[in-house]
DNA sequence: CGTGTAAGGAATTCTGACACG
DNA sequence: CGTGTAAGGAATTCTGACACG
């Protein structure tokens, strides 16, 4: 990726009307999720809310787990262990490594 | 690239004002812009405009050649045969490969 | 707890036009 | 030709609050 293209995603330059659009979600539950700190847009010189790509993939997310049923606390707790995808990805392979070899070291 | 990241280049969502910070350009000039043909936004529902970051991008080029004097008409000419950055950056490659084997052929 | 809604104000965007040149 | 500006309307966004639960 290049230094462009990283830019791209978390670069602050959609307003809430599209997020919106984008994610399925009310104006209201996006300000509602920001409130409990769940997403952090930028402000435009006046106050307008502005997001990244990057915020839209993280609300997508928090939609999902919202239909789970999980609860704004419980999600943000999860945040803090997980910033970001590329970390989940990576702890999950580190997971399966540890069952698979985390038994075989009893008989080391 | 990735899809996702590709998407983030060429999706509209952003709105005239943050193209006019991000450029520098007036929203005047972003419009007359349109109005020659060098940039198609979007439109929302409602008819607000939309760009990509790649909008953008083609508007800071479009800047450029404005101070140097090009009048739209011109750009809009160069458009033509340069879409993007991809085709040009082939083309060029194409050109020295010509300039290196074409007359090597001149003794095949 | 999570989200809908009505409320009023402030800033945004749109179009067509006049201006200068 | 390229761009500034005033004009009026329509849609957007913001905050704090009441509501239900």
Redesign the interface.
């Known amino acids: 990726?290049t230094e462009?293209?990283k830019s791209?995603?978390t670069?602050k330059?959609?307003?809430i009307?599209?997020v919106s659009e984008?994610t399925g979600l009310s104006e209201r539950q996006i300000r509602y999720y920001e409130e409990r700190q769940l997403i952090f847009p930028d402000r435009?010189q006046r106050g307008t809310r502005?997001y990244s790509?990057g915020d839209v993939?993280t609300l997508m997310d928090i939609a999902n787990q919202m239909e789970d049923g999980v609860r704004t606390f419980e999600i943000r707790q999860e945040m803090k262990k997980k910033p970001d995808e590329e970390k989940l990805k990576r702890s999950m392979i580190k997971g399966q490594l540890n069952a698979r070899f985390g038994i075989q070291n009893k008989f080391k």
Chains 1, 2 share one sequence.
Request: hydrophobic fraction near 40%; glycine fraction near 6%; charged fraction near 40%.
């Open positions: 990726m462009d293209e791209y995603k670069k330059v959609i307003t009307g599209i984008l435009s502005k790509f993939e």
